[in-house]
């Protein structure tokens, strides 16, 4: 098979393993079933067990990851139509963006440092509680790889989705906008998936406390990098 062929039948793969996948995540509701999770399992050991390289696989899937960009523009809209509820709870939004900011980005440096992690994945890791597109763009300033921003992105969020339910049971945390709210700051993408499931309050606070994380996020990446760094 030459490369076209296989970077289409790749693109092909996830395309379907994803809307699969889906479908008994829908039906089981199990957490090894987690579309975030199960997937790119699958895909992985497709690639390694089927000798594909990654430039191979990622010849004809690239514009996926193009397509995370206008995605996450698109969560501006449920925003927009909820402006009276922002109104009321500005202060307490904002507020909690860059405490969820800075919180992340020291956690995240620190650990790495107490487990004597390179200075590439620490740079890597400073990024990952902010949706894809912002990380990308903020860890350029810092040095962070591109890849393993990606990953730590992921993985940031599926352990978000994937525990913010019992974390919120844990702590008695009942209302919507605080559940959006820490989803969105924590978990990014996939995180503001599992809030629009728990209401729609929930995913619109969510959807902006993604957004205003990444913007903030980017905007002080040079900063961070010249503070911790």
């Not at 960009?69 to 909820?82: K, Q, R, S």
């Not at 629009?196 to 961070?224: H, R």
């Amino acid at each position: 098979m030459n490369s076209v062929l296989l970077s289409v039948f790749c693109l092909v793969l996830t395309l379907g393993l994803y809307y699969v996948n889906k479908r008994l995540w829908r039906r089981w509701r199990r957490l090894a079933l987690m579309p975030l999770v199960f997937t790119p399992l699958l895909l992985v050991a497709v690639l390694v067990f089927g000798h594909i390289s990654y430039q191979n696989y990622i010849a004809e899937s690239h514009w996926l990851m193009w397509l995370l960009g206008p995605a996450t523009i698109a969560f501006a809209v449920p925003v927009y139509d909820n402006l009276p509820l922002i109104r009321r709870h500005w202060m307490s939004l904002c507020a909690g963006v860059i405490t969820a900011t800075v919180v992340a980005v020291t956690s995240s440096v620190w650990l790495a440092r107490l487990l004597m992690l390179s200075d590439s994945v620490q740079r890597s890791l400073a990024v990952r509680s902010v949706t894809t597109p912002f990380a990308l763009a903020a860890a350029q300033p810092m040095g962070g790889q591109a890849d393993l921003v990606a990953l730590f992105v992921v993985v940031t969020g599926g352990f978000g989705m994937a525990g913010g339910d019992t974390l919120f049971l844990r702590l008695a945390i009942r209302e919507g906008v605080a559940k959006g709210a820490a989803l969105g700051a924590a978990s990014h993408g996939a995180g503001t998936a599992r809030s629009y499931e728990l209401g729609p309050q929930e995913g619109m606070v969510a959807s902006l406390v993604m957004m205003l994380s990444g913007v903030v996020m980017v905007l002080v990446a040079p900063l961070v990098a010249k503070v911790m760094f």
